[in-house]
């Protein structure tokens, strides 16, 4: 397992002004530690729990892959050559070498590790807040877990310690009942010791791992307790921006929306083009951006990829708000606005003439090396998310409350249109798939897409290429496969 063998290095707390985001860091001030050296002090040990919360932002690729995988978009990109790893996921032509879900895989498992090296560590000092400090440690590590599970099933599982060079070829792929169960372990640790909020946006608080618990729940057929779960945070501090296109601003920012948001800076505006998603900006803005645009629109250039298709277009009612937030017709858009003067460059490949619109990059969003480094958010968890899984849990829970499903459901069309009417009346599996058409529409360009069509046996029908029995997860990474002798996924 030495690929899974990581160097901890903890991010010193950048200390400025109140726009500053918690997880900012100077690069020159990284450093190597081990524990006879440092975690002396509070301060330390909140420095580490800033790096484990690093990895989250090298993630930026996994929305991306849970909608080019799906029926939502197309790879797009440069010509036939760029971005292979996506394409290959598009076309469900998958290779083992896949560098998107090999730098997946690597993310998740040093935020493991780094989770790891805390928890190894965990009584080596108290301190006030010590309890609710390690909290955060365990929704990390829950989150990363879910995150390799749901994309490869069963994976190398280890909790009580750091992985070594020594450990190499000793872990093996546990079945996913048994992440899952290690998930839910460490989502309930955190529950009991999390705060209701937090004064620093983007820590996680109670109601984040309670909406993240809820998930794991509904993944696995748990609807009774998902629904259980989910109803904290339904009755939580939360509720739906009335904009629905002000979420995806930067004013829009950990909102009252927001359950959990990865957050991503241009303060610090590291760049390495050796490996660009290891920064503090978020890669995906830049990826899904218009290619060579000009003029005085507010967006910025970007690299057409991650196209919305016109099958998710057709979806959306004409009257549906978030319709125009989603997805930016290119043209239509230059049509309508010719004092911009905007010109730009047609994505060659795959060209749908449609962009994400949620995540399109814009002017003064970004800093240094501006490719690498815009600050927009990933929605991680939002309140809508949390009333449709509830709607859901309700509606196949063992003594289904389908009054409550619609009524969870029904709020979030009601911000959709604008009215009450358009509301759901359905019941039973017409409700159900109700739900799930929701779940498209409302969280489309999220990454969630893929992930539900899986789950809910509906990938075969729905996204051309896609192989059951093969498909519902992706390839380990082959470097794991010859390094640690781990088994292969069937079919790759």
């Known amino acids: 397992m030495k690929k899974l ?53 090298w993630l930026y690729a996994n929305p991306v892959i849970g909608d080019v995988a799906s029926d939502n978009s197309v790879s797009g990109g440069e010509n036939a050559t760029d971005v292979l790893g996506l394409q290959q996921i598009d076309d469900y032509q998958l290779t083992t070498n896949n560098s998107y879900l090999t730098e997946a895989w690597r993310a998740c498992y040093e935020g493991i590790n780094r989770a790891n090296y805390l928890h190894e560590n965990k009584a080596k000092l108290d301190f006030t807040g010590k309890d609710a400090l390690y909290g955060q440690v365990y929704f990390l590590r829950a989150y990363y877990y879910f995150e390799l599970v749901r994309m490869f099933g069963d994976v190398p599982l280890f909790a009580d310690k750091r992985l070594s060079a020594s450990d190499s070829r000793q872990f093996q792929r546990s079945p996913k009942a048994e992440v899952y169960k290690q998930i839910e372990a460490d989502l309930t640790e955190a529950i009991k010791v999390l705060p209701p909020v937090n004064a620093q946006k983007g820590r996680v608080t109670r109601f984040a791992a309670q909406a993240l618990m809820g998930k794991v729940l509904l993944y696995q057929g748990k609807f009774d307790a998902a629904a259980a779960m989910l109803e904290n945070v339904v009755n939580g501090p939360f509720g739906l921006v009335a904009n629905f296109g002000n979420i995806f601003l930067q004013s829009g920012e950990n909102g009252i929306e927001s359950v959990f948001e990865i957050q991503y800076s241009n303060i ?152 009450n009417l358009h509301n759901i009346t359905a019941t039973g599996t017409a409700l159900r798939q109700a739900i799930w058409d929701e779940r498209r529409l409302e969280l489309a360009m999220e990454g969630d897409r893929f992930f539900d069509l899986v789950r809910i ?36």
């Open 5 to 57: 063998s990581y160097i901890i290095i903890a991010f010193a707390l950048a200390v400025g002004s109140g726009c500053e985001k918690f997880v900012d860091y100077t690069p020159s001030e990284d450093y190597q530690i081990t524990a006879d050296d440092y975690l002396k002090t509070a301060d330390d040990y909140n420095k580490m729990v800033i790096g484990t919360y690093s990895p989250l932002q």
């Open 268 to 419: 610090s505006p590291f760049y390495d083009w050796s490996n660009p998603g290891r920064g503090q900006g978020n890669l995906a803005v830049q990826m899904c951006g218009i290619r060579n645009i000009t003029g005085s629109s507010p967006y910025g250039q970007g690299w057409s990829i991650n196209l919305p298709t016109k099958n998710l277009e057709s979806a959306f009612a004409a009257d549906d708000k978030r319709k125009a937030v989603t997805i930016l017709d290119i043209e239509a858009y230059k049509n309508a606005n010719p004092s911009m003067n905007i010109t730009y460059l047609v994505a060659p490949y795959k060209n749908t003439g449609l962009y994400n619109q949620k995540y399109q990059p814009r002017k003064g969003e970004t800093s240094g090396q501006v490719e690498l480094n815009y600050l927009n958010n990933y929605r991680t968890i939002r309140y809508a998310d949390v009333l449709l899984m509830a709607a859901e849990a309700n509606n196949r829970a063992a003594s289904p409350n389908d009054a409550k499903a619609q009524a969870y459901l029904n709020r979030v069309r009601q911000r959709a249109f604008g009215d």
């Open 457 to 492: 046996g509906q990938a075969a029908v729905k996204i051309p290429g896609f192989v059951a029995g093969k498909n519902e997860v992706f390839p380990i990474p082959q470097q794991e496969v010859d390094i640690s002798g781990l088994t292969q996924n069937p079919g790759y």
